[in-house]
């Protein structure tokens, strides 16, 4: 009995061996485990300006931002597009940065990079100032550069940009143009220079420019900051705009119009827009300024009305009777 105990424990231990040497055989230790299972694959990294045709892994702690671009995907190092102290590779920065679906919060970043340098750096104003001759008015870097040079408190900063607004008033080009309004509509300051005020009359009444220019310069100025005699002119110009302007461009000029007009002018103008040859949703537009009070109810613009409100083939005929109402009441 002892014998076969015994054979039995034998035979047992030779089992349990031979299957820890068939183990051990089968499966690698961890020293021979592939890369790819230990996090050191040999892959190339892409490089952070690079394109790889590889597709990118983004791991929780990788900065960069990945672009999907002419099918590549295009890795953009944050470190690389802040870290710089250049004024004109930051504005580069953030016009590349514009083509990021998710680069809004990069942008602001180097934003606020710009406006600490420009602090602590105001020796390099003028060569910020000149940079925003490198960017069409629309473009992000343009209006970001404009923004952080109007809002830091470095001397001569606003000035400076006024003296560019006027370098660009006296240039023909369409986009020059777009910039003189753009730097005098987003001045923090009134608009009260002699030269900016007599560069804006000049704009207005000579330059051949795109009309919504024209309005947006006229909104800038204000009567009693122009020469009477200029101010005439204004009127004059404002006025054969409007006859040879279809009916929403006229719309769109009337009040600018009467608001140059002096007031015993505007009757008289008023009556003359009121003509049947002008369109009828333009007439209304004329009498909604007498309704308002802008254009004075003179015995010759009731005249007018009363015209207007016993003809009754003409469209405005009950629009004229309410008006004439309406001013009656107002005398009264």
Same mark, same amino acid.
């Given at each position: 009995?002892?014998?076969?105990?015994?054979?039995?424990?034998?035979?047992?231990?030779?089992?349990?061996?031979?299957?820890?040497?068939?183990?051990?055989?089968?499966?690698?230790?961890?020293?021979?485990?592939?890369?790819?299972?230990?996090?050191?694959?040999?892959?190339?990294?892409?490089?952070?300006?690079?394109?790889?045709?590889?597709?990118?892994?983004? =791991? %929780?702690? /990788?900065? *960069?931002?990945?672009?999907?671009?002419?099918?590549?995907?295009?890795?953009? @190092?944050? +470190?690389? #597009? !802040?870290?710089?102290?250049?004024?004109?590779?930051?504005?580069?920065?953030?016009?590349?940065?514009?083509?990021?679906?998710?680069?809004?919060?990069?942008?602001?970043?180097?934003?606020?990079?710009?406006?600490?340098?420009?602090?602590? =750096? %105001?020796? /390099?104003? *003028?060569?910020?100032?000149?940079?925003?001759?490198?960017?069409?008015?629309? @473009?992000? +870097?343009? #209006? !970001?550069?404009?923004?952080?040079?109007?809002?830091?408190?470095?001397?001569?900063?606003?000035?400076?940009?006024?003296?560019?607004?006027?370098?660009?008033?006296?240039?023909?080009?369409?986009?020059?143009?777009?910039?003189?309004?753009?730097?005098?509509?987003?001045?923090?300051?009134?608009?009260?220079?002699?030269?900016?005020?007599?560069?804006?009359?000049?704009?207005?009444?000579?330059?051949?420019?795109?009309?919504?220019?024209?309005?947006?310069?006229?909104?800038?100025?204000?009567?009693?900051?122009?020469?009477?005699?200029?101010?005439?002119?204004?009127?004059?110009?404002?006025?054969?705009?409007?006859?040879?302007?279809?009916?929403?461009?006229?719309?769109?000029?009337?009040?600018?119009?009467?608001?140059?007009?002096?007031?015993?002018?505007?009757?008289?103008?008023?009556?003359?827009?009121?003509?049947?040859?002008?369109?009828?949703?333009?007439?209304?537009?004329?009498?909604?300024?007498?309704?308002?009070?802008?254009?004075?109810?003179?015995?010759?613009?009731?005249?007018?009305?009363?015209?207007?409100?016993?003809?009754?083939?003409?469209?405005?005929?009950?629009?004229?009777?309410?008006?004439?109402?309406?001013?009656?009441?107002?005398?009264?």
């Amino acid at each position: 009995m002892l014998k076969v105990t015994a054979m039995l424990l034998l035979f047992s231990t030779i089992c349990i061996t031979a299957w820890y040497q068939f183990a051990d055989s089968t499966y690698p230790t961890t020293s021979q485990l592939p890369e790819v299972i230990t996090g050191t694959t040999n892959q190339p990294e892409a490089t952070s300006l690079g394109l790889n045709d590889t597709n990118l892994q983004t =791991h %929780p702690d /990788d900065t *960069s931002l990945t672009l999907l671009n002419d099918n590549k995907t295009s890795k953009v @190092s944050t +470190a690389h #597009k !802040l870290e710089t102290s250049d004024i004109g590779a930051m504005l580069a920065n953030i016009e590349d940065l514009t083509a990021l679906d998710n680069g809004g919060p990069l942008i602001a970043s180097q934003f606020d990079l710009l406006k600490n340098f420009l602090l602590d =750096h %105001p020796e /390099d104003l *003028s060569n910020a100032i000149a940079q925003l001759d490198d960017y069409p008015v629309d @473009s992000v +870097a343009f #209006k !970001l550069l404009v923004s952080a040079l109007q809002t830091i408190p470095v001397e001569g900063a606003e000035q400076a940009l006024i003296e560019l607004a006027k370098h660009y008033g006296m240039q023909s080009d369409l986009q020059s143009q777009r910039k003189f309004i753009t730097l005098l509509t987003s001045s923090p300051s009134n608009i009260e220079s002699d030269e900016i005020v007599q560069s804006l009359v000049d704009f207005t009444l000579y330059a051949q420019t795109d009309l919504n220019l024209k309005l947006e310069a006229l909104d800038l100025l204000y009567p009693l900051t122009i020469r009477p005699s200029e101010q005439g002119l204004l009127v004059i110009q404002l006025h054969n705009m409007i006859t040879a302007a279809n009916s929403y461009e006229a719309k769109t000029l009337l009040p600018h119009l009467m608001h140059f007009a002096l007031e015993e002018q505007r009757s008289a103008i008023a009556i003359s827009l009121l003509s049947y040859d002008n369109e009828e949703t333009f007439r209304i537009a004329v009498l909604e300024n007498v309704n308002a009070g802008i254009v004075p109810a003179t015995d010759s613009m009731k005249d007018m009305l009363l015209d207007i409100a016993n003809n009754i083939n003409d469209p405005l005929s009950s629009a004229a009777q309410n008006t004439l109402s309406q001013t009656v009441e107002m005398n009264n």
